[in-house]
């Protein structure tokens, strides 16, 4: 299980960069990568936490945290070869 930061993007400001602001988190449940994994967290994200149908382009989920390799647990009894 893992958590996903949820932003909301501020265009409202006068520069040509926008800011974004933590408003939450989703959490994701799947332990095996699947084709919509992306797609399901972020219209989870857009379900709770937009203001209304207009708001749902502001928000997004952050990209940057990348999925965290599920692997093996190591144990002596491993042979070197």
Do not use: W
């Not at 602001?21 to 399901?40: A, Q, T």
């Not at 967290?41 to 390799?69: C, P, Y």
């Amino acid at each position: 299980m893992r958590a996903v930061t949820v932003y909301r993007l501020d265009d409202i400001s006068n520069f040509s960069y926008h800011t974004r602001h933590p408003i939450g988190s989703v959490l994701e449940m799947r332990i095996y990568e699947r084709v919509n994994n992306y797609k399901d967290l972020l219209r989870l994200a857009r379900r709770i936490f937009a203001l209304d149908t207009a708001d749902t382009v502001h928000v997004l989920i952050d990209m940057g945290q990348g999925r965290q390799a599920y692997l093996p647990d190591l144990t002596r009894d491993c042979s070197v070869g």
